[in-house]
């Protein structure tokens, strides 16, 4: 089955960039989905299809994806991103859902 | 708006079977696929499977088949998760959520239902 890995932990001052990677076998030829997750809370959808946000979603959430690596870039880091994140897939062969395993996002 | 609202806490003994809904509002329920993810404490998503609302077919996380059954109502617009032989590990927060992409099991999920927490104990 197709496996995503993220790194456990980033962490990223106020006002920085941070960057949160998912890596896969040739993940840029899939499409990759973004999820942000607050304590206690559903996740939200943050980046979809690579690099499309939703409506409400501020532009300092982006995307990329090439290679084997996808990364979702969060610019000028408020407190209030501070949340667990998550890449997801779809594998068509398996025809399943594919999540990473999260990444922690601290704001220092 | 559009909106998911899920059945509420579960408490079951090991052994036992749970069946959680997710009642769909504000959109047309039978043209998008609804997926079941879930959370176990302290832990990341887990996709365990997804139901087409229009015809009914299914498909299932291999770590799941023949112990969960998805099911749907298009009278009321909700949807089943039903999870049986249930085991401590099966602890978890069940999310419902609603595929993007109309008619279409791939792409992201765009509504999520607020989560049900099922506990597992004897």
């Known amino acids: 089955s197709y496996v995503l890995t993220q790194p456990p932990s980033v962490s990223v001052a106020p006002g920085q960039t941070a960057r949160i990677t998912c890596g896969g076998n040739?993940?840029?030829?899939?499409?990759v989905h973004w999820y942000q997750q607050k304590p206690g809370q559903a996740p939200v959808l943050v980046v979809y299809d690579d690099s499309d946000r939703p409506s409400g979603i501020p532009e300092r959430f982006s995307g990329s994806n090439s290679g084997n690596t996808a990364t979702l870039t969060i610019s000028r880091v408020e407190a209030g991103d501070e949340a667990d994140y998550y890449c997801q897939v779809w594998d068509s062969s398996s025809d399943h859902q594919v999540f990473g395993g999260g990444t922690k996002l601290t704001v220092l | 708006q559009v909106q998911l609202v899920q059945s509420g806490a579960e408490v079951k003994k090991p052994g036992a079977s749970v069946k959680v809904s997710c009642k769909a509002s504000?959109?047309?329920?039978?043209?998008?696929?609804m997926h079941w993810v879930r959370q176990a404490p302290g832990q990341g998503l887990e996709w365990m499977g997804i139901i087409n609302p229009s015809g009914g077919s299914t498909s299932y996380a291999q770590k799941f088949q023949g112990r969960v059954t998805m099911t749907r109502d298009t009278s009321t617009s909700t949807v089943y998760m039903e999870l049986s032989s249930l085991r401590s590990e099966d602890t978890a927060v069940y999310y419902c959520?609603?595929?993007?992409?109309?008619?279409?099991?791939?792409?992201?999920?765009?509504?999520w239902g607020q989560g049900t927490m099922v506990t597992v104990s004897s």
């Open positions: 959520a609603r595929g993007v992409v109309p008619a279409a099991p791939l792409g992201a999920f765009d509504i």
């Open positions: 040739n993940i840029g030829s899939k499409s």
């Open positions: 504000g959109y047309t329920f039978t043209s998008y696929y």
